[in-house]
């Protein structure tokens, strides 16, 4: 159906199609990639209860504005500022920083949601990522082993350090300097630095094999073997550009195929669709874990809070975290929230999407943390963790190709449901204020997203020229296209479009039919709490993380 008038707009088939779809948007990579990762380098509980605190302060009062500022107007996100305000038209590049924030993310979004389908594939045999004897001959595995079971005291590290060559300089520096010079002599390539260190690593590996004993001693090097091999896969997957592009478009093909179906024909029926299996996939997967031996340590994890892991940076995260998994600050909610019917309320809603998409990104974390501490409480949990640390915990252990399977369908489906939101809000965009057709606006919008994050897809060694590209830096960082462009967009775009949209629903609404109309939506009890959030909390804290991310505050 076309939407490019208010009149024929297309709605949402039923209330719980809405829901379904508005948390499909917000669940995602956000919540099964990225905040089991950014917990476990917070410490866990104390960052939990950080999040939350962001969720409930900010987040649901800006989920409730967005719904507002879609329902009331009926609109796309740049249209519906100019509904509230006809007239001053300032007010509608609120919106447009909002539809340019929605390209940004597609365009990179789609390519990591790409890697997913392919993991899929990989993880069907796992046949990539299975080890079954180590090679104590490989150098990378000796100086895995001497970084984990090599302990040395600093008194020791200076003394295998002078006689390397090395000579401390005095005062604060020595240490940092001694700390350099151990790097240098166990990383760098230079022969000599090779044949000094190869005496040294040999004594770790066998005090390592004489105190685990053999068969434990093989277990961890299998396990970094696999690790590293896992890492080199995901390297290798990285670098081919041709691979890399396909699975871009593949999802790209996906979202448009949905999107074009419209509103309740196209995206609440998928909805209908990903978001229970997705529901019944990761809970069956957190049972599993459950089960596994680490799964208590996990739960403690995840509970107990410990707040000196907090420092001003957390806070940051967990607040831009927030906007990003709530899909807040550039119009995604406006847009679903301008196919509701008037009867639908739209704060129950927002309560639900907040709290179905905290209990998802919650049951991420015990479906992976389980894995973690059982297999290996050591590793890595960066970014890294979904396309190395996963494959090469699981691979190889019983049920471990079906487990790691079931998890990559469920972060496409996942990344799906985000993705078709991100496209509907460039869709209802040019269908509204330009007049375009679905057709003509799904196809042309989504073939521009797909140009737009060729570069993305390449910049990982894909191609030369976009793997040197840098586009911003951020402090001694330099950032290529991919990096970039997702550190503009959390960090920046969502956050200063968040601010804005609080700002202009809390202050700047002067039509008091409007102001009735927001009454009444949310009812006389829950309107002054909502007001005292959007109007004063919402914008200070959000400002205040602006205005020291750009230095005015320390
Ligand atoms: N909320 C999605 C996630 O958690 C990402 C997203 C951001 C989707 C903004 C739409 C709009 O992965």
Known sequence: ??????????????????????????????????????????????????????????????????????????????????????????????????????????????????????????????????????????????????????????????????????????GKQAEQNSEANWKTLFESNDENYVSLRAPLIDQVVEKARAELGEQKFEESAIMMTKQHKASKIFGEHLGKGGSMLFWHAIFMIFTAVIVYGGISGGIEKASRILMPILFLLLGGLMIHSLTLSGGIDAFKFLINPDFAKLNKHSILEALGHAFFTLSLGMGAMITYGSY???????????????????????????????????????????????????????????????????????????????????????????????????????????VVIFLVGV????????????????????GDAKLNWFDSFDYLASNWLLPVGGLLIALFIGWMIKDQEKHELIKEELGSSFYPFWNFLIKYVSPVCVAIIIANKIGLIE
Request: proline share 3%; charged share 15%.
């Open 340 to 446: 509701l019917s008037k009867k639908d309320k739209v704060t129950s809603s927002a309560m639900t999407v907040s709290i179905l998409d905290t209990l998802i990104a919650l049951m991420a974390c015990m479906v992976l943390y389980p894995i973690l501490f059982t297999y290996n409480t050591e590793v890595s949990a960066g970014a890294g963790l979904l396309f190395i640390t996963l494959p090469a915990l699981l691979a190889g252990s019983s049920g471990g190709s079906i487990i790691l399977t079931v998890f990559f369908i469920l972060v496409a489906f996942a990344a799906l449901s985000s993705t078709i939101s991100l496209l509907e809000v460039v869709v209802t965009y040019t269908n509204d204020e330009f007049g375009w057709k679905r057709k003509t606006s799904t196809i042309v919008n989504s």
């Open 455 to 474: 570069p993305s897809a390449l910049c990982f060694g894909g191609n030369k020229f976009f793997t040197e590209l840098t586009l911003l830096s951020k």
């Open 1 to 170: 159906m076309d939407n490019n008038s208010t009149k024929g707009r297309d709605h949402w088939g039923s209330k719980l199609g809405f829901i379904l779809a508005a948390a499909g948007s917000a669940v995602g990579l956000g919540n099964i990639w990225k905040f089991p990762y950014i917990t476990y380098e917070n410490g866990g509980g104390a960052f939990v209860l950080l999040y939350l605190v962001c969720i409930l302060c900010v987040g649901f009062p800006i989920m409730v504005a967005e719904f507002l500022l879609g329902k009331i107007s009926e609109k796309d996100a740049v249209g519906c500022f100019g509904i509230f305000r006809p007239d001053n038209k300032i007010f509608k590049f609120i919106g447009i920083i909002g539809v340019f924030t929605g390209f940004i993310i597609l365009s990179y979004y789609s390519v990591v949601a790409g890697w997913t389908l392919e993991y899929t594939l990989k993880s069907l045999t796992c046949s990539e990522f299975i080890v079954d004897k180590p090679d104590y001959s490989s150098p990378e595995l000796r100086k895995a082993i001497f970084k984990k079971y090599g302990t040395f005291t600093p008194a020791e590290k200076s003394e295998i350090l002078l006689k390397a060559g090395f000579t401390a300089e005095a």
